[in-house]
């Protein structure tokens, strides 16, 4: 587990630079090993949150570290899509390190600004998977709910179990929690923290697809992958229109998604799309 505050006075301030990482960058993305991709993996980078002795626990230098590695996708040109995973076979994040969370207070949380790192994530303008196998509670449920799409394993859990330490979510589970499933459903799940079986999310509408629980990476890459070849300007653009539906007004959604579709018409790779449509030949996107 990370070090915690001694007090419930001290602040949670940033871990010095020169520890080792705890999230693991592959750019681009490894193919495969048991057979070739049937896309492109150029533009697909594979974040791994590399913590498996705790089951991928999420503390506060694991989601800045997490949050880093994002923002330098984020602003690399040559990257288009990014899966996130957890290391080892038994979860994708169980949860907190309620260790480091254990001997905190209200004092301590607001005033050290760790949780700033939930809002780096949730500003990464490239698409984010999340391919999920084992536990997903607590933050690594809201991890995943952070992220645009859930390729969930057969053997994922999903759950928000926080009641059950006299807490509740604090990272955007009863916010995108009651957005994914409901009023109703969130309630229930929430005030029981019970956890739900990948086929329920999935017909919830939490997730994506379920999958076998070994090809797990390898859909989500490959979703990834098909991402990957669309063109880059419009990927993103539509994914902050989409996001935009659960934030703001109908009519101002739909002002919005009309004045980026506007202004994707300035765009090399409009004129390149619409072109390779009347000539009948597969587009080049450039990405500007």
Same mark, same amino acid.
């Given at each position: ?29 490894? @193919? ?29 230098? #694991? ?19 990014? =899966? ?77 179990? &926080?009641?059950?330490?006299? =807490? $509740? ?10 957005? !994914? ?6 309630? &229930?799940?929430? *005030? ?5 079986? !990948?086929? &329920? ?24 992958? $098909? ?7 419009? #990927? ?6 989409? *996001?935009? @539906? ?10 919005? &998604? ?9 765009? @090399? ?20």
């Amino acid at each position: 587990m990370t070090d915690t505050a001694s007090s419930h006075d001290t602040p949670i301030t940033a871990k010095p630079v020169d520890r080792t990482s705890l999230v693991r960058v592959a750019f681009p993305a490894p @193919a495969p090993a048991a057979a070739a991709p049937l896309t492109s993996l150029a533009g697909v980078a594979l974040v791994t949150i590399d913590r498996p002795e705790a089951l991928n626990a999420l503390s506060f230098d #694991v989601l800045d570290d997490l949050a880093t590695a994002l923002e330098g996708l984020d602003a690399n040109a040559s990257c288009r899509v990014v =899966v996130i995973t957890g290391a080892g076979e038994r979860a994708f994040a169980a949860g907190a390190d309620i260790r480091e969370l254990a001997v905190q207070s209200y004092a301590s949380l607001s005033a050290g600004g760790r949780f700033a790192a939930w809002d780096r994530l949730a500003a990464i303008g490239l698409p984010l998977i999340a391919a999920v196998r084992g536990f997903a509670l607590g933050g690594g449920c809201e991890l995943a709910m952070a992220c645009d799409m859930i390729v969930a394993a057969e053997d994922a859990s999903f759950g928000q179990p &926080e009641i059950r330490l006299g =807490v $509740m979510p604090g990272a955007g589970g009863t916010q995108r929690l009651t957005r !994914a499933i409901g009023k109703a459903r969130a309630m &229930e799940l929430i *005030l029981t923290g019970r956890t739900m079986t !990948a086929h &329920e999310a999935q017909a919830f509408g939490l997730v994506t697809s379920v999958v076998p629980a070994a090809a797990t990476v390898d859909a989500a890459l490959e979703l990834a992958g $098909m991402i990957a070849a669309m063109p880059p300007l419009a #990927v993103r653009a539509a994914k902050a229109a989409i *996001l935009d @539906a659960h934030e703001v007004s109908l009519s101002a959604g739909l002002a919005g &998604e009309r004045e980026a579709f506007f202004r994707l018409f300035d765009t @090399a790779d409009q004129s390149e799309g619409m072109a390779a449509f009347t000539q009948k030949r597969p587009p080049a996107w450039s990405g500007r």
